[in-house]
């Protein structure tokens, strides 16, 4: 009995010895974690490798609360794209074998920023020489980041082309140079619409135009009044016999034209008081636009007293307390001061200080790794004499020895059938317990250890009206803890959040030009706060309880296009702007004299006048009228304005009158007279136009007829400058190629004989629209299909319908929670590739009209079971890039679909390759041959779905 006892510890032992000796052989090493450079969307790839030994088959990697699939480790090194450059996210990556879930390794990439920012730079347009018909041709060029494929082009706002990105320098027109239209070229973003830029060209003549060229200006010595004369050098040719001189717009006198390269013109006495800016304009007398405007100065007649100037700037940032702040401390030297200055900057004003104050502390200020800190250190009397300090970002949770909890993340889960949610929360933690308290709105969900995250909370309530409040603490240290508002959860799809209105109020101007904003929005269904944006400036974060706020001071600079946007803070979408445009201070509006000048006739007997004048301190629009018309409301910016046509009837005396659109007392006139036109036979005349019905997508063409005489056999039509077609004369009449009605464009048609280009005839069509009823518009037919699970409790969608009278381009989706796409209506039939499931038997979807909340349909489908972890059929989304020599690998972890295609393409957007070999039903080769050492794209794409993999060739 005592030998058996004996033999089986002895078993035991060996049986326990060997189980937890092949249990501890589990073993994976510390990762290797390398990113790829970002994408056009602003996202990237994690490539992952590590040593491993006695696993089992597989491992999954997890972080972040997401998990990011289940993976061979004979196929390791890894690839992991898609993931979000946001600035905000600390990536983390946790790596567990498929069998042994305690044999884990970590890795922590840290946060990635991807530069989102679309930008346009650099426009330039350069012009041919003209040609014998005096029309030349514009080639456009500019740089770019982070665009899209194309842009719009426009040119005096109207519509030219649209076009590809990579077609640059681009060849434009051709162009009429009549010495009098100024062009301005705007490049807007095909699908980045805020992403533009602009660039206004002058007025190109193909002889010789009047001109003044080589402006120099002098000053005499100050007399003993602080006062001097400027002496004015210039050249000037193609003038008439005569010119004045305006210094910031007061009339200093009439000049004959004499060699200005020995006399110079003498204005004045002006100020030398080292502050005032002199705008100098020279003008012919006779010839209309030819003219000179300099800004010149500021002129110091204090040859003791130099300008304000700060300079050798110190500043110093002080270590993090134990609340997270910090102070900053600024020294600097300075000269010709007034008493103090002031420190600004993140919309906030930290005070004013005497300059015997220096050095100043100010403080405390939140090292919360979000605010990108920037001071600005200004004179209290001179605000162009100032230093700029920009301290970036400030992280106060990395202080040594600190507990601390940060970057608090949650995701919801979709309503169950009691309208509950569940919520999986994560945290940043260091020098902490081993274990923290969880309470949501004061009730403790329990004690959990940090090793557990990210930790799951079942059976929170979404009921519309209950706000969440998560607090979290340390087990030992709870002053170390975490706090965040979450707001409140709806099961109900109607309540979504939108701020109604948004009232804006200014005040008016104080002794220094600057002006404040009340801010008054109202919603339904918001969180407490919101935060306000504009003219690329954060402005703080406000409780709507608080309303009205105040904002500023801002600069009524007559310059500066000022907008706000409010958003909610929990619900980004929800938000709304509010564009103010130009401020300008009170009792300081001047309009200029008034110059019209006139077109040649028509041939209805009909002309044009060119208006044009000087302004300064306006609003942003001016009204003209005359003759006991009322002719509109015009921006100053769409100086000089052509007005018309008129009829040139010989007895009409022509005047006009420009009235600043808010300052009724500020305002010019100038009379042009009656205007005759000769009665010699035109050789183009009796033009008629005749518009088509609108189409479906609101565009129509034009039949065009006219009369002729004495004429070559063909002529060319124009549209808004560009070359539309060549007609014969005996084709009449015509049809022009299909025009947008959208309401807002202005066509201009020229015809021009092909020989002759002095024989021509123009004709406008303004604003056309498509007569369509607001409730014509119509959703029809809706087809809702369920395709394929694409992860757990998410499937891929397919829609499809009929639409009539729609005037967008786009519509919207919705479901139960509220908007989840954005798509073309050309794009029909579209796939949601992760549909979430509601948990109940049917789904919903609601289409709209883009902006049209009017024109929807509703349908209701039965959904499908998505219980597992894995799509249950090929996702392209899992695909793997591996590499080999000369070669890339793209494996899949379900079989690959037999539509497949490969497209292989350069940086430049060049197809390089649709070649590969399909090595089994789950792993293709693609070979580089011959291809450059380079960054790549791989096109991936089914019947179903696409994706572009970015992939370098490190042969």
């Known amino acids: 009995?005592?030998?058996?006892?004996?033999?089986?510890?002895?078993?035991?032992?060996?049986?326990?010895?060997?189980?937890?000796?092949?249990?501890?052989?589990?073993?994976?090493?510390?990762?290797?974690?390398?990113?790829?450079?970002?994408?056009?969307?602003?996202?990237?790839?994690?490539?992952?490798?590590?040593?491993?030994?006695?696993?089992?088959?597989?491992?999954?990697?997890?972080?972040?609360?997401?998990?990011?699939?289940?993976?061979?480790?004979?196929?390791?090194?890894?690839?992991?794209?898609?993931?979000?450059?946001?600035?905000?996210?600390?990536?983390?990556?946790?790596?567990?074998?498929?069998?042994?879930?305690?044999?884990?390794?970590?890795?922590?990439?840290?946060?990635?920023?991807?530069?989102?920012?679309?930008?346009?730079?650099?426009?330039?347009?350069?012009?041919?020489?003209?040609?014998?018909?005096?029309?030349?041709?514009?080639?456009?060029?500019?740089?770019?980041?982070?665009?899209?494929?194309?842009?719009?082009?426009?040119?005096?706002?109207?519509?030219?082309?649209?076009?590809?990105?990579?077609?640059?320098?681009?060849?434009?027109?051709?162009?009429?140079?009549?010495?009098?239209?100024?062009?301005?070229?705007?490049?807007?973003?095909?699908?980045?619409?805020?992403?533009?830029?602009?660039?206004?060209?002058?007025?190109?003549?193909?002889?010789?135009?009047?001109?003044?060229?080589?402006?120099?200006?002098?000053?005499?010595?100050?007399?003993?009044?602080?006062?001097?004369?400027?002496?004015?050098?210039?050249?000037?040719?193609?003038?008439?016999?005569?010119?004045?001189?305006?210094?910031?717009?007061?009339?200093?006198?009439?000049?004959?034209?004499?060699?200005?390269?020995?006399?110079?013109?003498?204005?004045?006495?002006?100020?030398?008081?080292?502050?005032?800016?002199?705008?100098?304009?020279?003008?012919?007398?006779?010839?209309?636009?030819?003219?000179?405007?300099?800004?010149?100065?500021?002129?110091?007649?204090?040859?003791?007293?130099?300008?304000?100037?700060?300079?050798?700037?110190?500043?110093?940032?002080?270590?993090?307390?134990?609340l997270g702040q910090f102070y900053m401390h600024f020294n600097f030297k300075?000269?010709?001061?007034?008493?103090?200055?002031?420190?600004?900057?993140?919309?906030?004003?930290?005070?004013?200080?005497?300059?015997?104050?220096?050095?100043?502390?100010?403080?405390?200020?939140?090292?919360?790794?979000?605010?990108?800190?920037?001071?600005?250190?200004?004179?209290?009397?001179?605000?162009?004499?100032?230093?700029?300090?920009?301290?970036?970002?400030?992280?106060?949770?990395?202080?040594?020895?600190?507990?601390?909890?940060s970057e608090l993340r949650y995701d919801v889960s979709d309503c169950n059938d009691q309208d509950q949610v569940s919520l999986f929360v994560n945290f940043n933690h260091s020098n902490t317990s081993e274990c923290y308290n969880l309470f949501l709105n004061g009730t403790s969900y329990g004690t959990f250890r940090y090793g557990q995250l990210p930790v799951r909370l079942d059976g929170v309530a979404a009921d519309c009206h209950t706000s969440y409040n998560l607090l979290i603490k340390d087990c030992e240290r709870p002053l170390c803890a975490l706090e965040k508002k979450l707001g409140v959860f709806c099961c109900d799809s109607l309540s979504e959040c939108a701020i109604r209105t948004l009232k804006v109020e200014r005040t008016p101007c104080d002794s220094n030009r600057n002006f404040y904003i009340f801010l008054l929005p109202s919603g339904d269904n918001t969180s407490e706060c919101f935060r306000v944006f504009g003219n690329g400036?954060?402005?703080?974060?406000?409780?709507?309880?608080?309303?009205?706020?105040?904002?500023?001071?801002?600069?009524?600079?007559?310059?500066?296009?000022?907008?706000?946007?409010?958003?909610?803070?929990?619900?980004?979408?929800?938000?709304?702007?509010?564009?103010?445009?130009?401020?300008?201070?009170?009792?300081?509006?001047?309009?200029?004299?008034?110059?019209?000048?006139?077109?040649?006739?028509?041939?209805?007997?009909?002309?044009?006048?060119?208006?044009?004048?000087?302004?300064?301190?306006?609003?942003?629009?001016?009204?003209l009228k005359g003759n006991g018309r009322d002719y509109g409301t015009f921006p100053y910016s769409a100086l000089p304005l052509k007005l018309g046509p008129l009829n040139a009837d010989c007895n009409t005396p022509y005047e006009f009158v420009a009235i600043d659109c808010h300052k009724t007392d500020c305002k010019t006139a100038a009379g042009l007279g009656r205007v005759c036109c000769d009665s010699a036979e035109l050789k183009l005349s009796t033009f008629q136009m005749e518009r088509s019905e609108c189409d479906h997508d609101s565009t129509f063409d034009l039949s065009i007829k006219f009369a002729y005489r004495q004429v070559s056999d063909s002529f060319l039509l124009f549209i808004n400058g560009r070359h539309r077609g060549t007609y014969a004369y005996r084709a009449l009449p015509i049809r022009s190629p299909r025009l947008k009605a959208d309401c807002k464009s202005i066509y201009t048609l020229q015809v021009v004989d092909q020989l002759d280009s002095s024989t021509y005839i123009v004709r406008h069509i303004e604003r056309p629209c498509c007569q369509i009823k607001a409730d014509s518009c119509q959703i029809l037919d809706v087809k809702a299909t369920p395709l394929y699970c694409t992860g757990p409790g998410k499937y891929a969608l397919k829609l499809n319908f009929r639409h009539l009278g729609t005037t967008n381009a786009h519509f919207d989706v919705f479901d139960r929670t509220g908007i989840i796409g954005y798509f073309s209506f050309s794009d029909l039939p579209v796939t949601l590739l992760e549909f979430k499931k509601t948990g109940r038997l049917y789904d919903y979807v609601k289409i709209c009209e883009n902006d049209n909340p009017s024109c929807c349909q509703v349908v209701e489908f039965l959904s499908i079971e998505c219980n597992g972890g894995a799509p249950t059929r090929n996702d392209l989304k899992s695909m793997v890039v591996n590499y080999r020599d000369r070669s890339v690998l793209l494996f899949s972890e379900k079989e690959l679909p037999a539509d497949l295609q490969i497209e292989v393409y350069n940086l430049e957007g060049r197809l390089l390759s649709k070649k590969f070999s399909k090595l089994s039903p789950y792993e293709l080769e693609i070979d580089l041959g011959s291809i450059s050492p380079d960054m790549y794209f791989v096109k991936v794409k089914s019947d179903e779905y696409s994706r572009v993999l970015k992939f370098f060739n490190l042969k």
């Open 1 to 322: 009995m005592r030998k058996n006892i004996l033999s089986f510890l002895l078993l035991f032992s060996f049986l326990f010895t060997g189980w937890t000796a092949a249990y501890a052989e589990c073993e994976l090493g510390a990762p290797t974690l390398s990113r790829t450079d970002c994408n056009v969307e602003g996202r990237f790839a994690v490539k992952i490798d590590f040593d491993f030994r006695g696993v089992s088959e597989c491992f999954t990697v997890t972080g972040n609360g997401k998990s990011y699939g289940t993976f061979p480790y004979a196929k390791l090194p890894i690839v992991i794209d898609g993931l979000k450059g946001d600035c905000l996210t600390k990536y983390e990556f946790v790596i567990r074998d498929c069998e042994n879930p305690d044999c884990k390794t970590f890795g922590l990439l840290g946060v990635v920023c991807c530069s989102q920012d679309c930008e346009i730079f650099d426009l330039v347009v350069e012009n041919t020489l003209c040609d014998t018909n005096d029309q030349y041709f514009s080639i456009l060029n500019f740089k770019r980041r982070n665009t899209s494929s194309c842009f719009l082009l426009k040119i005096n706002n109207q519509v030219y082309d649209t076009l590809n990105y990579n077609q640059l320098p681009v060849k434009l027109g051709p162009f009429t140079a009549d010495c009098h239209t100024e062009r301005v070229f705007t490049v807007v973003d095909c699908e980045k619409h805020d992403c533009d830029a602009t660039l206004r060209t002058p007025k190109v003549c193909c002889d010789d135009p009047c001109q003044f060229s080589n402006i120099r200006i002098e000053h005499s010595p100050c007399d003993s009044n602080g006062k001097f004369y400027a002496h004015i050098i210039f050249q000037a040719r193609n003038t008439s016999d005569s010119f004045w001189i305006k210094v910031n717009d007061l009339f200093l006198g009439k000049f004959k034209y004499g060699n200005a390269s020995s006399a110079a013109y003498r204005v004045g006495p002006l100020p030398g008081d080292c502050k005032t800016k002199f705008n100098i304009l020279l003008k012919d007398h006779k010839i209309a636009g030819c003219a000179s405007d300099t800004l010149w100065g500021p002129v110091c007649c204090d040859s003791t007293q130099p300008p304000c100037r700060l300079f050798d700037l110190v500043s110093e940032k002080t270590h993090c307390d134990s």
């Open 334 to 405: 300075y000269q010709s001061n007034s008493d103090c200055f002031r420190i600004v900057g993140n919309g906030r004003q930290y005070g004013e200080f005497k300059y015997s104050q220096l050095p100043v502390k100010i403080g405390p200020l939140k090292g919360d790794c979000q605010t990108a800190y920037e001071f600005v250190l200004e004179d209290c009397h001179f605000p162009d004499c100032r230093l700029i300090k920009e301290l970036g970002k400030v992280c106060c949770d990395s202080f040594p020895g600190l507990c601390t909890l």
């Open 537 to 623: 400036h954060d402005y703080g974060t406000f409780k709507y309880a608080n309303v009205p706020v105040k904002l500023g001071p801002f600069k009524a600079d007559c310059q500066t296009e000022y907008e706000w946007v409010v958003q909610d803070c929990e619900h980004p979408d929800c938000r709304k702007a509010h564009f103010m445009g130009k401020v300008c201070c009170e009792g300081d509006c001047r309009l200029g004299a008034l110059s019209v000048e006139r077109s040649e006739c028509n041939a209805l007997n009909q002309f044009y006048a060119i208006i044009n004048f000087t302004h300064a301190g306006t609003s942003d629009c001016f009204r």
